[in-house]
């Protein structure tokens, strides 16, 4: 097999970069925390790394993200610096949000991440208000909005698709379905098999994705988002994956079988995405290339770390600063 | 007595209860699997699973559900996870669950049990962390009840089940795992009954939640320095037992009152006000409060530890407390 071409290969290549990126920072994250460094409630996108970055991936720096409370891959993805975004989930000062959001408030807006929820759907109407925001504005702005399929059976949820569809909205609504709500699977929550389904009802195309498969999910996020700025309204993408972790950092997992866990090993993202380079003859056959980029985002990232740890902590005066714009 | 942790103590309170009335169902979000804090572990083994449901991420339709329940019927215990989401049943709690009884001119009860667990512990930031129920009590047609002790959880729980009316029943989730003496047998605790945690002569403390042991706390140091306070929990919130925060500051002559939430529009306002309305002529000085900033909940370790109302700012209440005089001299 040959090779798919030079600009190609790059473009390919970033996104195994941008995969490992996000899985070194969130490896560092729940080092950190088990250290005592990070402190909160850290909800972890290790192994889900695809879906954010294959759909991030092809959206324009003035496009909108919002994520939901499993945010960190959503604002990496869309080009949040990982220093600052460190910093915030230490506590410190030099944050993106000055120690006052933490893991589940990020909000990048200099490259568009609008912000993150603690609330489940929480930011599923606020992507319509991007949305409106964005058809008002006429630039073909779209936004982009993350959410669990725990989010599926929430109220705002069901009015969100429901608004998107009636006025046309350009959005895209991106379900990343791990298969569980915290402990629970998704078929004790539903019996709607596809969260597709969902989108049928409101007279939203839909599809749904491998989401460990990065390709795919770039694939379906560039028809919704064409079809979003050509004013032809909301999209639902299902991307089906898998969280190979607990709930939150410090969660044993105890709900789930074993089984399960060895099931999804083959299907991890990044490894799944370097074999294909492989057979696309991107990687060599000793993936050395791709090693090189593993290493390099590590070290990248030990650097981030230290940087966010040396970071002075937010003034106390700062606590009671901003509670209104003034 | 035996030692039981504030959790474990709700636990089995909730298992007693169901022992004893068919009617009581749980609602909740993984509540068959415990929940993140294991109040229900073992439950839905002991019961079944259409007795301990685990619903959807679905807050309002559960709320209303278990309102609607509740007037034909069954005895449901919601679980709202933490408190800040329930804001998003907040229609089914405040316009029916609290008002069908008088809008039906008695003709429904709403026996309904709400348990939430809020407050600040861990950096969960701003969405994981507020204290709310100043938002309750002024809906007349809610019982607001907030235990600071194991055993209190436990007897104040089982009346909350047995009340013909919707309480809401905050857990602090700094207070799962502290321990306390639980009897054997665990009595319903009547509801508008506060507990005097200490007794004092200069200063009367009314503490709620997790600021009873602050408060408690605060009264070993100041007693170094001689100054002798009341510390009162009032346990339920409303009702509100007045008249035992009455006849304490009629001997002390002072009063702080100190509660986890945001100080503006906070109870402590409330008690105040209560309070000066009839007993202003035995007050040496005004009615401090100890309370949040005016602000949300930052996650930063530093900024929470900041924003969070303790031992030290109930010393220092006090401590203004006594420093005014009636005359305007110091005292
Ligand atoms: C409104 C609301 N209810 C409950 C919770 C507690 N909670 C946090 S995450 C979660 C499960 C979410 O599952 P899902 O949407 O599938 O996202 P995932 O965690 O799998 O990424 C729950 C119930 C919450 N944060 N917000």
């Known amino acids: ?326 | 007595m035996p030692e039981l942790r504030y959790i474990d103590a709700i636990r089995r309170a909730l298992q007693e209860e169901m022992e004893n009335d068919e009617s009581i169902v749980i609602l909740g979000e993984d509540v068959t699997l415990g929940g993140p804090f294991g109040a229900t572990t073992g439950l839905a083994d002991k019961f079944g699973v259409t007795r301990v449901r685990n619903t959807p991420i679905s807050e309002g339709a559960v709320m209303g559900m278990a309102v609607g329940a509740s007037l034909v019927g069954l005895r449901p215990i919601v679980e709202i996870m933490f408190v800040d989401f329930i804001t998003l049943a907040m229609d089914q709690l405040v316009n029916h669950a609290a008002k069908l009884h008088y809008m039906s001119g008695g003709q429904l009860r709403v026996p309904l049990t709400v348990r939430v667990q809020g407050g600040i512990s861990g950096g969960y930031g701003a969405h994981h962390s507020q204290s709310l129920e100043a938002w309750f009590l002024h809906v007349p047609g809610l019982k607001v009840v907030a235990p600071a002790t194991a055993s209190d959880a436990a007897g104040l729980l089982k009346s909350a089940i047995r009340d013909d009316n919707p309480v809401l029943f905050l857990e602090h989730r700094a207070l799962y795992w502290t321990g306390g003496e639980v009897g054997e047998v665990i009595e319903p605790i009547i509801f508008g009954r506060a507990a005097i945690r200490r007794a004092g002569t200069d200063a009367t403390v009314v503490a709620v939640s997790r600021m009873v042991p602050a408060a408690l706390e605060a009264a070993e140091r100041l007693e170094e320095s001689g100054t002798s306070i009341e510390v009162i929990d009032p346990r339920t919130l409303a009702p509100l037992d007045l008249d035992t925060i009455l006849e304490s500051v009629r001997r002390t002559g002072r009063l702080v009152v100190a509660h986890e939430a945001v100080t503006v529009g906070g109870i402590g306002g409330e008690i105040a006000a209560q309070v000066q309305e009839v007993a202003f002529a035995d007050l040496t000085g005004p009615v401090l409060r100890v309370g949040a900033p005016f602000a949300p909940v930052a996650s930063s370790p530093v900024l929470e530890k900041l924003f969070a109302p303790g031992v030290d700012a109930i010393v220092d209440a006090v401590q203004r407390s006594l420093a005014f005089s009636r005359d305007g001299a110091p005292a």
């Not at chain 1, 798919?4 to 994250?29: C, P, S, T, Y």
């Not at chain 1, 007279?203 to 770039?218: F, H, K, M, Y």
Request: aromatic share 6%.
């Open chain 1, 1 to 326: 097999m040959t090779s798919i071409g030079a600009a190609e290969d790059r473009a390919l290549l970033d996104l195994l970069e941008r995969m490992w990126l996000i899985r070194a920072f969130e490896e560092k994250v729940s080092d950190l925390y088990a250290r005592g460094h990070i402190s909160g409630l850290l909800h972890l996108g290790i192994g889900q790394e695809g879906s954010a970055v294959g759909a991030c991936s092809i959206l324009r720096d003035d496009d909108y993200v919002l994520g939901s409370h499993r945010a960190h891959a959503h604002a990496l993805a869309k080009g949040a610096d990982p220093e600052r975004l460190m910093a915030e989930l230490a506590g410190r000062s030099t944050g993106y949000c000055a120690g006052k959001g933490g893991s589940m408030h990020l909000v990048a807006l200099e490259c568009g991440f609008v912000t993150a929820t603690g609330v489940v759907a929480g930011s599923i109407p606020l992507g319509l208000g991007t949305a409106l925001a964005g058809q008002q504005a006429g630039m073909g702005q779209v936004t982009v909005v993350f959410f669990g399929d725990g989010a599926g059976q929430a109220g705002p949820f069901h009015e969100s698709l429901n608004l998107a569809s009636l006025w046309k909205l350009p959005l895209v609504f991106l379900c990343e379905n791990n298969g569980y709500a915290e402990f629970t699977p998704l078929s004790a929550h539903t019996n709607i098999e596809r969260l597709t389904h969902y989108a049928d009802t409101y007279q939203i195309p839909s599809t749904t994705v491998e989401g460990n498969d990065v390709l795919a999910v770039q694939a379906a996020t560039e028809q919704a988002v064409e079809l979003a700025r050509s004013g032809g309204g909301p999209s639902f993408i299902e991307a089906l994956t898998h969280r190979p972790r607990g709930h939150y950092e410090g969660d044993q997992a105890k709900y789930r079988e074993l089984s399960e866990r060895e099931e999804w090993k083959e299907k991890d993202p990044i490894a799944r995405f370097e074999m294909y380079l492989e057979q696309q003859n991107v990687l060599s056959e000793d993936a050395s290339e791709a090693r090189t980029i593993e290493a390099d985002v590590r070290q990248r990232i030990e650097a981030v770390a230290e940087a966010a740890l040396d970071a002075p902590w937010p003034a106390p005066e700062s606590l009671t600063s901003q509670v209104l714009a003034s």
